[in-house]
């Protein structure tokens, strides 16, 4: 073992993000309250900005991508633990724009809780910790750092997710993340064991090469069990079927801006830690494409039809990430199918992930636009009454009835994005992300998910376009037929407006899903559809 | 120009999305300045293409003019590329025409936040034009799928009392076609490497085996058969246009339902040929059973609304026999029937909106007879929509619909001979039950003693105050005389569609290929 090397330039994105970290940290001991809450989401959206910036920089420069690199004077090529190449970029630039966007939704909470109930500093702390943890999974070339960018990314979250209070729905959602999180993790590091156990390596492309040529390799059925390990514990993060069941209820329980994390930066943080693992995976495993095929083929379907029955619209969106999720891994599924000259699977996931991120961060934040305008504080008092099962808090498809008349423009850009994750016109860029999808299903000959993932646009189309429904539907017809729950929650809107900076978080959302429906090279044309792997 | 006429409608919907809700006036003019504004830049496409040869000689499948093309979604080749030829220039125009008249028409029945209704059937313009005028596949399913939204909006909002149920039912039917349809146009692309129409239509098929030609022309088939709509398919279709307000129907009618028919005619033959001429006998019996079933239906309904969406089908089973027959003649008279049934059952579906906002019902039982007697301007428009409905030779709908028969006599070598003749006949005796309830709608409605329905609410009934207003004549004149004007020089539209229908039969459905 020699001394490792370590070239300063790749850890850029990290780096950046450590500082903000270590002001916000700072800053929360000195600032004032008042100042607090507004300065501290502030100051870390900032930081995501000035990352997403340096990995943007950093992808088109000439500089060494990798860093921690083992000595090369081994025999051997050199591996680094941490690679900011093209495919690493990409996704370090997806996740700190989502990561920013989330903590413009933060800073508005934040400054809705005027009585300083939510802590802001360690608010805007488990954020910005989190979102290091996704950047280092999605440049890490070996299992260590993948497992430490893993945890990273998700011990965090544990805390963010409770950050409701006045409800039980927070802790009971934290506790269950945590639970999930914890097992999922104990059947990855089962998993890695057995690999190293197999190779006596960790670098992703080490195992690749041992794997492939089965030297040395003594049981290639432990390494088929290893396969399935890592595989589902990764399942687990990024809540595929039948690895979901965390999801739903722990969405409700957070804030929605934590629930729009989730379901954005820490599922790509998720597939970008499967991108990682997919060289050794299948050359560890023949069968894993067709397990990563079956995972897709049961998430979207089981995540589209029980989303059909969702009255909530978070658990609603929950479910369809949930679906969204069998998307992504279609891509992954024909990774080791026959190539194509212009795009590859994992390019084709890394595409689809940039414009699910986009439309899913836009959804959320609408819903969290809803939800601050409508009487949050009736809805918590009967929640802390309500102990027993998981409250419905935030806002419903029928609270949401008629929106568009007080709030058109929140109202608009929501069917957009609803369209969007849809992949439908006229949000274009979710059909171009689906057919982008489609086709590297159809390439990689996995024709049949090409067509799950067509019959499954038709599925999902009903519960997003009845939501969008909703908006739009003439309130005074809803009064006379609604229910008096109904009629209570449309009465109890106050019609007070919605924060400042969620509307222009929300305005800058749609119109960068509508500009880059005409022009999809913005989005789809940016990502590194060739990469044939992680690198 | 291509891009004018997309872009207009384009910008004006965006525009007026963007508008103050709470104007009632301006939004209307607006709409209806961009509607003319597209309409004029359509026109201008017209003289280039008066008697084209459309490639017949050049022995080309598709000659397009006015063409765009560039790149927009370079990783998958995916490319705006429009154009315009005999074929869609009709539709095109036809689409414009409509909308503009909608756009009118919302002087006469005002909708509530017109700048939303405006701005969603300029969408829905947006949609119809780009799928008349797309080259490339991607961007062709895109525009088929555009159309959707705005219409389903227009359903639900604004429509009547069962609006939501329809709506959603008209979703989930086009968006399982549309399914379809993306799996044949990935068929498609997956074998051939190309999304671009020019180019696929030269190949004629090569290169695509028979198998997948069977496979992506049956998606096809389906996606298209929804929208068209196609025996069985149709269920959708008769809800969607009885709860749809006044314009959505007209516009259902008279543009949505032709884009299906265009993309068979545009993509699932050329692109297609051997899928085309296995499938086309089913095509065939599956559109005369429509005839049948729908002539049939229409003498059970009781409301206008719901009759004249069953005649629809009807009309549309003549269409698709017209391609199913693989012929020109066959072709030609499908697109023109295309086009004399959405002026005919536009300006069909206009009347019945008048009628209904006079009688607050469409139920003949409730409205009563002698209609004529009461209201004789509406009453003489009606009869007169019915019987070019009907296909009384010298109006627009007895051309397309007798050429189709014909066609069916005469089917593409290689095609079951007596079968199609069987069908010829079955088609023919359909045409003469449409006729019977037509004749019987009017019986009931229009002429006959003045019998005041239940339903009659109406301020001054019988006097001319209730009769067709000024800005309703504007709606229905220029219909009226477009029908009239195809129905005695049907040259009107074959002279455009005969020359890209001749290249198209030669250069891809000729048995000597």
């Known amino acids: ?535 | 120009m291509s891009l004018v006429v997309l872009g207009l409608p384009l910008l004006g919907c965006l525009v007026l999305a963007l508008w103050p809700p709470g104007a009632d006036l301006s939004p209307r003019i607006f709409g209806t300045v961009i509607a003319a504004a597209t309409l004029l830049a359509a026109l201008f496409m017209l003289p280039g293409l008066r008697g084209d040869d459309g490639g017949a000689d050049t022995g080309r499948a598709l000659n397009p003019r006015h063409e765009v093309d560039l790149p927009w979604l370079s990783v998958i080749d995916v490319r705006l590329h429009l154009g315009v030829d005999g074929i869609s220039l009709p539709l095109i125009l036809l689409t414009a025409l409509l909308t503009l008249l909608g756009m009118v028409h919302n002087w006469v029945e005002r909708p509530d936040r017109p700048a939303l209704f405006c701005s969603l059937v300029l969408l829905l313009e947006v949609g119809a034009l780009g799928t008349f005028m797309a080259l490339d596949l991607v961007l062709f399913f895109a525009a088929f799928e555009v159309v959707l939204i705005p219409m389903y909006f227009l359903i639900s909002r604004w429509g009547g009392p069962g609006a939501a149920a329809a709506a959603l039912k008209f979703a989930v039917y086009t968006l399982a076609g549309s399914a379809a349809l993306l799996i044949g146009l990935v068929f498609i692309y997956a074998s051939t490497g190309s999304f671009d129409l020019v180019e696929l239509s030269e190949r004629g098929g090569a290169g695509i085996s028979t198998a997948v030609q069977l496979a992506a022309f049956g998606a096809l088939f389906v996606g298209f058969a929804v929208k068209s709509p196609l025996w069985p398919l149709h269920t959708w279709l008769p809800p969607a246009h009885t709860e749809a307000p006044t314009v959505g129907s007209v516009l259902l009618a008279g543009v949505q339902l032709k884009m299906g028919t265009y993309g068979l005619v545009r993509i699932a033959l050329p692109v297609l040929p051997e899928g085309a001429r296995a499938l086309a006998p089913i095509l065939a019996v599956l559109a005369v059973t429509g005839i049948v079933v729908a002539a049939l239906a229409c003498y059970t309904q009781n409301e206008l609304k719901r009759l004249i969406a069953y005649s629809s089908v009807g009309h549309m089973g003549f269409v698709l026999l017209g391609v199913s027959t693989l012929t020109t003649v066959g072709i030609n008279a499908a697109l023109l029937a295309n086009v004399a049934h959405g002026l005919i059952t536009g300006l069909l579906f206009f009347l019945v909106g008048a009628v209904k906002s006079r009688f607050h019902t469409g139920e003949l039982d409730e409205l009563g007879s002698g209609l004529w007697a009461r209201l004789p301007r509406l009453g003489f428009v009606l009869v007169f929509a019915c019987v070019a409905s009907l296909g009384l030779p010298g109006l627009a709908g007895f051309w397309g619909e007798a050429m189709a028969v014909y066609a069916a006599l005469h089917p593409a070598v290689g095609l079951p001979g007596p079968l199609f003749g069987v069908l010829a006949v079955v088609a023919a005796a359909g045409a003469v039950l449409t006729a019977v309830y037509f004749l019987r709608l009017l019986r009931r409605l229009v002429v006959g003693p003045v019998v005041v329905g239940a339903g009659h609410r109406v301020q001054g009934a019988g006097s001319r105050t209730a009769d067709i207003w000024v800005t309703e004549r504007v709606v229905h004149v220029p219909l009226l005389l477009l029908t009239l004007a195809l129905g005695l020089y049907p040259a009107v539209v074959l002279g455009l569609t005969e020359g890209p229908v001749a290249g198209l039969v030669e250069a891809v459905l000729a048995p000597s290929r």
């Not at chain 1, 399942?235 to 934590?258: D, E, L, M, N, R």
């Open chain 1, 1 to 535: 073992m020699t001394v490792q090397s370590i070239t300063w330039a790749p850890l850029a994105p990290v780096l950046v993000l450590v500082a903000g970290l270590v002001f916000v940290l700072l800053a929360d001991l000195m600032l004032p309250l008042g100042v607090r809450r507004m300065v501290l989401p502030a100051v870390s959206a900032v930081t995501c900005l000035g990352a997403a910036g340096s990995a943007a920089w950093l992808r088109g420069g000439p500089g060494p991508p990798g860093t921690f690199c083992s000595s090369p004077g081994s025999g051997s090529a050199s591996r680094c633990a941490y690679v900011l190449g093209d495919t690493a970029g990409f996704l370090t630039v997806v996740l700190c724009l989502a990561a920013a966007a989330v903590l413009v939704l933060a800073l508005a909470q934040l400054r809705a809780d005027v009585e300083g109930v939510t802590p802001a500093g360690e608010y805007c702390l488990v954020l910005l910790a989190a979102t290091i943890g996704a950047v280092i999974v999605a440049g890490s070339r070996d299992l260590i750092t993948l497992v430490v960018g893993l945890e990273t990314l998700t011990v965090p979250l544990y805390a963010a997710v409770a950050f409701r209070r006045g409800s039980n729905a927070g802790p009971e959602a934290a506790l269950t993340l945590l639970v999930v999180s914890v097992t999922s993790t104990a059947l990855m590091l089962l998993g890695i064991g057995f690999l190293y156990g197999l190779t006596g390596t960790m670098h992703v492309d080490a195992l690749a090469e041992v794997l492939t040529a089965g030297g040395g390799v003594g049981d290639l059925a432990l390494a088929d069990v290893a396969v399935v390990l890592l595989l589902a514990g990764l399942a687990f993060k990024v809540g595929a079927v039948p690895f979901h069941v965390w999801a739903p209820s722990t969405y409700q329980g957070a804030p929605i801006p934590v629930a729009a994390y989730l379901s954005s930066v820490s599922k790509a943080g998720g597939i970008a830690g499967l991108i990682v693992v997919l060289p050794a995976v299948s050359a560890g495993s023949p069968a894993a494409a067709t397990w990563i095929a079956l995972l897709a083929a049961v998430s979207m379907t089981v995540g589209n039809l029980v989303a059909m029955r969702q009255r909530h619209l978070v658990r609603l969106l929950a479910w369809s990430g949930i679906a969204q999720t069998g998307y992504l891994l279609v891509g992954l599924a024909v990774l080791s199918g026959r190539s194509d000259q212009a795009l590859s699977g994992a390019g084709a996931t890394l595409a689809y992930l940039a414009v699910y991120v986009l439309m899913t961060v836009g959804a959320f934040a609408c819903v969290a636009a809803i939800n601050g305008t409508s009487d949050t504080v009736a809805t918590s008092d009967t929640a802390t009454t309500d102990t027993g099962r998981a409250v419905s808090e935030g806002p419903s498809v029928e609270s949401v009835r008629g929106l568009a008349t007080e709030h058109p423009r929140i109202a608009a850009a929501f069917a957009l994005f609803l369209i969007g994750l849809a992949g439908l016109p006229p949000a274009l860029l979710g059909l171009f992300g689906k057919v982008v999808v489609v086709r590297a299903a159809f390439t990689g000959d996995a024709g049949w998910l090409g067509i799950l993932v067509a019959l499954n646009t038709v599925l999902a189309f009903v519960y997003y376009l009845r939501v969008a429904a909703a908006l739009f539907a003439r309130t005074g017809a809803a009064k006379e037929s609604a229910s008096p729950l109904a009629t209570t929650l449309v009465g109890a809107r106050p019609g007070r407006s919605v924060p400042a900076a969620m509307g222009v978080l929300v305005a800058a959302l749609a119109l960068a899903a509508l500009v880059a429906g005409f022009w999809p090279d913005l989005i789809i044309g940016a990502a590194p559809l060739l990469s044939p792997f992680g690198e």
